[in-house]
């Protein structure tokens, strides 16, 4: 007798929800990423009981056409890329087209948005997806609210933690986002309560502002402004002063091409750059862009998009290195500078004369924010 048998979409579905819905957390980052890929300028994020309850956000982005609504809560289903080639070249923060299947799947997500004239709106539950769309009311953009997060998946209810780290993490997803796209006003309420509200940034000044309101201040009062560009790499941002070192590496981070990820490679750099100039234990804080041909970075290596697979490590090493390196120059015992950076110690084979090729280039992050 045959044993195997398909999974019902709605199990595969809970079941690949595991992989992205780890947390509220999760959940916001998927649909911020989702309203910032539709070109929204503004967000409005409201929390309950650290997300779990109710986290709504509001965007004015492109919105949702009445007949795709369905789709978008549909496994498997994207407006982001129709091709494999697509995936080369890919510009937005998704395209795997399952994050709302997964989240409906262990929640109850209603989904209203209007391309034009009429808004309307798609309800799923638990994936008992809701046949007909109803009309609605919406100003040009979409919401989505997501409410009572695995209430049929007690398991996964058991690993939430207090409201108080649950709502935490969030504002730490919120402020990784917030720092890759200037251009965006954030607006975020918990339990009805205004807790931040950023406009968006233009000029370095702005941006500046926003800096500190997400670092804090003391970060942006010690931080050196960087720019570099260098064979078609470019890297920009904020890094501290080692005076400015913290005791966890809980201030650093870092964008490739607009999405934020973490990586080995990229923190082996940034160490090495800082070796000998910061106290042992001590890790350096830093908000860093780099912008490389998308071409040569595969992001889709891991299902939350936060790991990325560099075609030439070694060259974005030696890179981020020598710009950091370079950077710290003027914070750098005399000596130091005289021995460095053929002394400093690169894993093996890392390209040295990289930077003699001077060619600049840059290229444009999801929705060209920075
Ligand atoms: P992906 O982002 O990988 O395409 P999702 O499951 O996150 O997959 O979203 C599915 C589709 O729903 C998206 O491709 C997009 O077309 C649409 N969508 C989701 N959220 C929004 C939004 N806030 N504004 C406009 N379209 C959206
Ligand atoms: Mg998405």
């Not at 070249?89 to 087209?97: I, K």
């Not at 926003?210 to 720019?227: K, S, T, W």
């Not at 002063?241 to 940034?270: E, M, W």
């Not at 160490?271 to 862009?289: E, I, M, T, W």
Request: include cysteine; charge should be neutral; aromatic fraction near 6%.
């Amino acid at each position: 007798m045959s044993k195997i048998k398909l999974l019902s979409p709605r199990l595969a579905n809970q079941i690949a929800a595991g992989e992205v819905v780890e947390r509220p957390a999760s959940v916001i980052k998927e649909v911020i990423e989702n309203s910032l890929d539709a070109g929204a300028t503004r967000l409005d994020v409201d929390l309950e009981a650290g997300g779990v309850k109710l986290m709504r956000v509001r965007d004015n982005g492109a919105g949702i056409d009445k007949d795709d609504l369905p789709l978008a809560l549909s496994r498997h289903a994207t407006s982001k890329i129709y091709q494999l080639d697509d995936l080369e070249a890919v510009s937005t923060l998704g395209f795997r087209g399952e994050a709302l299947a997964s989240i409906s799947s262990v929640s109850r997500l209603s989904l209203t948005s209007t391309t034009g004239s009429e808004a309307w709106c798609a309800k799923a539950e638990g994936r008992e997806m809701q046949t007909e769309v109803q009309p609605a009311a919406h100003p040009q953009g979409t919401t989505v609210e997501v409410r009572d997060l695995f209430f049929n998946t007690p398991a996964r209810r058991k690993f939430l933690r207090t409201e108080t780290t649950e709502y935490q993490r969030i504002e730490e997803v919120i402020k990784r986002l917030a720092l890759s796209r200037f251009d965006v006003g954030f607006n975020v309420q918990h339990n009805g309560r205004a807790i931040h509200s950023w406009r968006a940034a233009q000029s370095q000044i702005e941006q500046e502002r926003r800096v500190a309101q997400v670092c804090g201040p003391a970060f942006m009062e010690n931080a050196l402004h960087i720019d570099i560009e260098r064979s078609g790499l470019r890297n920009r941002g904020w890094v501290a002063l080692p005076t400015f070192s913290r005791s966890n590496a809980d201030l650093q981070h870092f964008y490739v091409n607009g999405r934020a990820i973490r990586d080995k490679l990229v923190t082996h750099a940034v160490r090495q750059a800082y070796q000998d100039v910061l106290f042992h234990g001590r890790h350096p804080a830093f908000v860093l862009y780099l912008e490389v041909d998308p071409a040569t970075v595969d992001v889709n290596v891991h299902p939350t998009k936060n790991e990325v697979r560099f075609r030439d490590s070694r060259m974005v090493h030696d890179f981020l290195f020598r710009s950091l390196h370079h950077a710290l120059a003027d914070v750098r015992p005399k000596d130091q500078i005289l021995n460095s950076p053929e002394q400093a110690e690169i894993p093996s084979g890392v390209a040295i004369g990289e930077f003699a090729n001077q060619e600049t280039m840059a290229f444009r992050s999801p929705g060209g924010g920075i």
